[in-house]
Nanobody, 125 residues
């Protein structure tokens, strides 16, 4: 399993970024996928998740209305579109995959066993 995030960077408050996660080593279209983040000095938190077909999604409260998760199962890529970014969104963002094809709850961070190396998002003026 390889998960490679990209698209992070420095952006001003109110700005936008689109993160990408290129997946390989497994049948991407069979798995729920997620984005998580970890801010300096804090524990990891789940940002968003999407089911295998892309039809069902989960968003943390802080992401609702600002972030959009999507996936392209033909290209094995997971996306996170982030708009109206705030300084508190500054974190290392990871894509993550569960061990199995079924999970008890796609909104549970503990379900995700495989993580990429992350891409840094910094929101600052």
């Amino acid at each position: 399993v390889t998960l490679a995030e990209s698209g992070g960077g420095l952006v001003q408050p109110g700005g936008s970024l689109r993160l990408s996660c290129a997946a390989s080593g497994f049948t991407f279209s069979n798995y729920i996928m997620s984005w998580a983040r970890q801010a300096p000095g804090k524990g990891p938190e789940l940002v968003s998740a999407v089911d295998a077909g892309g039809g069902s999604t989960y968003y943390a409260d802080f992401a609702k209305g600002r972030f959009t998760i999507s996936r392209d199962n033909t290209k094995n890529i997971l996306y996170l579109e982030m708009n109206n970014l705030k300084p508190e969104d500054t974190a290392l963002y990871f894509c993550a995959k569960p061990w199995g094809r079924r999970v008890a709850s796609m909104s549970d961070l503990q379900e995700y066993d495989y993580w990429g190396q992350g891409t840094q998002v910094t929101v600052s003026s």
